[in-house]
T-cell receptor, first 112, second 109 residues
Framework: DTAVSQTPKYLVTQMGNDKSIKCEQN?????MYWYKQDSKKFLKIMFS???????INETVPNRFSPKSPDKAHLNLHINSLELGDSAVYFC???????????FGSGTRLTVV | LAKTTQPISMDSYEGQEVNITCSHNNIATNDYITWYQQFPSQGPRFIIQ???TKVTNEVASLFIPADRKSSTLSLPRVSLSDTAVYYCLVGDLRVKTIFGAGTRLFVKA
């Protein structure tokens, strides 16, 4: 059973398109996150959701919008995709009061 | 979040013990030290976490001196499959998490 699952694993799309990446966790964790890993391999936090409320919103373009229908899901919607959005996007979750994260396997987004 | 400094890369041979040291001079009283491992095309995986002294689990050991300004991740008898990037994180990870560049460990046969 995959603890944190993301779909799709690969996504190739053209500039200007709108796309979504889905994330689901079956760990019962309270907080979920989206991270972006660029070509230099730096992992940067984008968003986190705690009990369906956005609690961290890093300085990412407003073209990116997280959507959490329930505690187990945190989807990432991206409007008007740009070349610079090409990266690997990781979903993660963390239990209440815990310090350890569980990451998904990532979604490699390529904008052409 | 305390800034961390770790070596960019390390090489080792199978069967050797590998020690990766992380400096975190500005660590705060409430900060924990956490290490993650990342293989290519995968998300980071939690390895070990500690606050002070020594922590050991089935994968690694974490040594933290009394002043907590540094920490050392120790991997006993590495194998080829331990080739990965290792990240040292310091802070209250419930609030914010910033991953540095990590240490690329390359294990040779």
């Amino acid at each position: 059973d995959t603890a944190v699952s993301q779909t799709p694993k690969y996504l190739v799309t053209q500039m200007g398109n709108d796309k979504s990446i889905k994330c689901e966790q079956n760990l019962g964790h309270d907080t979920m996150y989206w991270y972006k890993q660029d070509s230099k391999k730096f992992l940067k936090i984008m968003f986190s959701y705690n009990n369906k409320e956005l609690i961290i919103n890093e300085t990412v373009p407003n073209r990116f919008s997280p959507k959490s229908p329930d505690k187990a899901h945190l989807n990432l919607h991206i409007n008007s995709l740009e070349l610079g959005d090409s990266a690997v996007y990781f979903c993660a979750s963390r239990p209440a009061g815990g310090h350890g994260y569980t990451f998904g396997s990532g979604t490699r987004l390529t904008v052409v | 979040l305390a800034k961390t400094t770790q070596p960019i890369s390390m090489d080792s041979y199978e069967g050797q013990e590998v020690n990766i040291t992380c400096s975190h001079n500005n660590i705060a009283t409430n900060d924990y030290i956490t290490w993650y491992q990342q293989f290519p095309s995968q998300g980071p995986r939690f390895i070990i976490q500690g606050y002070k002294t020594k922590v050991t689990n089935e994968v690694a050991s974490l040594f933290i001196p009394a002043d907590r300004k540094s920490s050392t991740l120790s991997l006993p008898r590495v194998s080829l499959s331990d080739t990965a990037v290792y990240y040292c994180l310091v802070g209250d990870l419930r609030v914010k998490t910033i991953f540095g560049a990590g240490t690329r460990l390359f294990v040779k046969a």
